[in-house]
């Protein structure tokens, strides 16, 4: 039945038909999205990538440039205000010399602690 639905709505919406249902659809669908910005993970990964950028000794402008961001972007990232995306977790990375694995593992292992001191 699931599929069903998927299908016409696919359909719907390559024939641009905004009726009222396609409209209410897409907007579950960008609630949800939305809903997909866990918090804790964002906080994790902005003291991840600030402290591996202090220990690079490198300015956030400096940082940026290597990875082809914009400066804003790499203080929005470190106040936890935005929430990159996986080319940009490959590309800071790259610019900080460490692998996207060991930002990963060090954001989860952040936000593990983060969750356990919110509990």
Same mark, same amino acid.
């Given at each position: 039945?699931q599929a069903? #639905?998927?299908?016409?709505t ?8 905004y009726?009222?249902?396609?409209i $209410? ?6 609630h949800?999205m ?6 804790? #993970? $964002?906080?994790? !990964?902005?003291?991840?990538?600030r402290?591996?950028r #202090?220990?690079?000794?490198?300015t956030q402008?400096q940082?940026?440039h290597?990875? #082809?961001v914009d400066?804003?972007y $790499?203080g ?8 990159p995306t996986?080319?940009v977790i !490959?590309?800071?990375?790259?610019s900080?010399?460490?692998t996207?694995?060991t ?10 602690r983060?969750?356990?001191?919110q509990?």
């Open positions: 039945m069903g #639905l998927q299908e016409e696919k359909q719907r919406i390559v024939k641009r038909d009726s009222l249902w396609t $209410v659809v897409r907007a579950e669908i960008v949800r939305a809903g997909a910005r866990d918090s804790i #993970l $964002v906080e994790a !990964f902005s003291e991840v990538v402290e591996a #202090l220990a690079a000794n490198k402008e940082l940026a290597e990875a #082809l400066r804003t $790499v929005l990232l470190e106040n936890a205000k935005r929430q996986l080319s !490959f590309s800071i990375a790259g900080l010399g460490v996207p694995e930002l990963i593992k060090r954001t989860r292992d952040r936000a593990t983060i969750g356990a001191q509990s």
